[in-house]
């Protein structure tokens, strides 16, 4: 079993709402794994990261991607962070990895600026920007299929991944 497409990228380039129109246009189920670590924490990410720290957040993240690439065969969106782990980049070897590319003040606009994510505390701008920038070349080398979704309806950035994942 191997998921149909695997959806990485930074916070607010679309991972949730493009695999959920994907995994209807391609009539398979969507799966997230950071709602995956939230059913195994029974909490949100943000208490996981507050409460148990990073570190923990980073190994249930990590367990949660291994099952699904070996239990889902629909569209899966990983967290931002979840290509970090070396172990996870491995095992996205083979899959189709749809990396959804965002400029930083498209970026900023679908994420809020006082949100709860927990990476964009304090300077949610700066910490974006570095969170971006030092992640960038991890998703330009896992992708197999780069769309840019800057100024893009979803709809439009859904059409380009059915296409890209064409034999």
Same mark, same amino acid.
């Given at each position: 079993?191997s998921p149909? =497409?695997?959806?990485?990228?930074?916070?607010?380039?679309?991972?949730?709402? @493009?695999?959920?129109?994907?995994?209807?246009?391609?009539?398979?189920?969507?799966?997230?794994?950071?709602?995956?670590?939230?059913?195994?924490?029974?909490?949100?990410?943000?208490? @996981?990261?507050?409460?148990? %720290?990073?570190?923990?957040f980073r190994?249930?993240?990590?367990?949660?991607?291994?099952?699904?690439?070996?239990?889902?065969? %629909?569209?899966?969106?990983? %967290?931002?962070?979840?290509?970090?782990?070396?172990?996870?980049?491995?095992?996205? =070897?083979?899959?189709?990895?749809?990396?959804?590319? !965002?400029?930083?003040?498209?970026?900023?606009?679908?994420?809020?600026?006082?949100?709860?994510?927990?990476?964009?505390?304090?300077?949610?701008?700066?910490?974006?920007?570095?969170?971006?920038?030092?992640?960038?070349?991890?998703?330009? %080398?896992?992708?197999?299929?780069?769309?840019?979704?800057?100024?893009?309806?979803?709809?439009?950035? !859904?059409?380009?991944?059915?296409?890209?994942?064409?034999?």
């Amino acid at each position: 079993m191997s998921p149909r =497409a695997v959806l990485i990228g930074p916070p607010g380039s679309g991972k949730s709402t @493009v695999g959920q129109l994907l995994a209807e246009r391609l009539g398979v189920a969507f799966r997230d794994t950071d709602a995956d670590v939230e059913r195994t924490a029974g909490k949100p990410v943000s208490d @996981v990261f507050i409460e148990d %720290g990073e570190e923990r957040f980073r190994e249930l993240e990590a367990d949660a991607v291994r099952r699904a690439l070996a239990e889902h065969d %629909g569209v899966l969106s990983l %967290g931002g962070g979840a290509i970090l782990a070396e172990a996870t980049r491995e095992l996205l =070897a083979g899959h189709p990895v749809v990396y959804l590319e !965002v400029g930083l003040s498209n970026a900023v606009q679908r994420v809020g600026l006082a949100s709860a994510r927990p990476l964009l505390v304090l300077n949610p701008r700066s910490q974006l920007k570095k969170l971006m920038d030092a992640r960038r070349p991890l998703y330009e %080398g896992l992708a197999t299929i780069v769309v840019t979704t800057d100024e893009r309806d979803p709809g439009q950035i !859904v059409d380009e991944i059915v296409e890209g994942l064409k034999p």
